[in-house]
């Protein structure tokens, strides 16, 4: 993860795709349409949307309610026959904590396809195979320095380059054989040799079918088939009509709902298109009411209860004594949060717990 991202309320995602396959209609259907331009990408920010504090806001009635944001760079469409973009379009893909990957399958006339077919199946295998070229390209370059590095430099350096060359080495080998790197088991070593130099196929990926009106209803189902062919731990698959979406999300909630139920759509599916997002860059939320404020947090898997004190405040991690955790689900069904612990609901955890999702924290730190 970028060190940005670190305060636990903001991550980024690089919207990618091929010329006419609807990125920036995405962005409108995510973020609505207000969007701002940045050199060669569209940008906006938008709230998570999270039922879960919702239901919590409800409970507790508090004067805020803060959502984690999401910064949604779209991006030129990619270059093909190799060639790797630049520039401030290559910083953004290095800031990204994960990439969505736009998929076309619809079909217009009035709108080609650049390659001449809709096969949305085949672009993911060329985007693939692209990004995989972009970070060989990295990779060999990275090589051919360390292997002078091994040949000349001081003792400590060339020990240093030896273990670096070795985890690049793995990782072109992996490219090569057509394996992504994130889905591959690599040791804590490894990625951090790997981390400083934005390899693409390192970073999780979200790929969003961007089908017709018509085909709107059965996207659940061919979003299913390609993770069944295609996906994995860190790549998911999510599909939608960004075309229909983004009109309604230019209307109030109750007139899109009307509209939603007359032209046959299925459910607003935004919400599970970021909850895929969350759970392929393995992220969990965990929640926070504090004072007047109800609040949605952001961290990796795995990551501890001090880990997660230390995202809310510095001062909390430093002064740490004790976590008390609920379910958010818990905490709901018992309706207060002193009727939670009346039904010994409510634990108290040490420094080493591991955050879940969907847990409710209360931090108790000496200053």
């Not at 309610?65 to 060639?83: A, M, S």
């Amino acid at each position: 993860m970028r060190p940005g991202w670190d305060n636990g309320r903001s991550m980024e995602a690089a919207i990618l795709g091929l010329e006419k396959s609807g990125k920036s209609t995405l962005l409108r259907a995510l973020a609505g349409p207000r969007t701002g331009a940045h050199g060669q990408e569209r940008v906006s920010s938008l709230h998570l949307p999270d039922p879960r504090l919702d239901a919590l806001a409800r409970l507790f009635r508090p004067q805020k309610v803060t959502y984690p944001e999401l910064v949604l760079h779209d991006l030129p469409p990619w270059p093909l026959q190799g060639r790797t973009p630049g520039g401030e379009v290559s910083e953004a893909l290095a800031r990204a904590d994960a990439l969505l990957l736009v998929l076309r399958a619809f079909s217009r006339d009035d709108v080609p396809h650049p390659l001449g077919r809709v096969d949305p199946e085949a672009d993911y295998r060329t985007i693939s195979l692209e990004l995989a070229y972009h970070d060989l390209a990295v990779l060999e370059r990275r090589l051919e320095r360390l292997e002078k590095v091994a040949r000349t430099g001081p003792p400590a350096e060339r020990e240093a380059a030896h273990r670096e060359a070795a985890a690049l080495a793995r990782a072109r080998q992996s490219l090569e054989a057509e394996r992504p790197l994130r889905e591959e088991e690599l040791s804590a070593e490894e990625r951090k040799a790997l981390s400083p130099y934005g390899l693409l196929t390192l970073k999780p990926l979200l790929a969003v079918l961007n089908v017709d009106e018509g085909s709107a209803a059965r996207a659940p189902a061919l979003a299913e088939g390609f993770q069944e062919r295609y996906g994995g731990r860190r790549t998911a698959f999510a599909a939608l009509c960004a075309q229909a979406e983004a009109e309604l999300r230019e209307l109030p909630p109750e007139e899109a709902a009307t509209f939603r139920s007359e032209l046959g759509l299925p459910d607003d599916p935004v919400p599970d298109l970021m909850r895929r997002l969350l759970t392929v860059t393995g992220l969990v939320t965990f929640y926070t009411v504090v004072g007047h404020e109800c609040r949605a947090w952001l961290l990796p898997e795995g990551a501890t209860a001090v880990d997660a004190a230390g995202r809310v405040h510095s001062d909390m991690a430093r002064g740490f004594i004790r976590a008390e955790v609920v379910p958010w689900d818990a905490l709901l069904a018992a309706g207060s949060l002193a009727e939670a612990k009346s039904r010994g609901l409510v634990r108290s955890e040490g420094k080493g717990y591991r955050v879940r999702d969907g847990d409710v924290l209360h931090i108790l730190f000496h200053t």
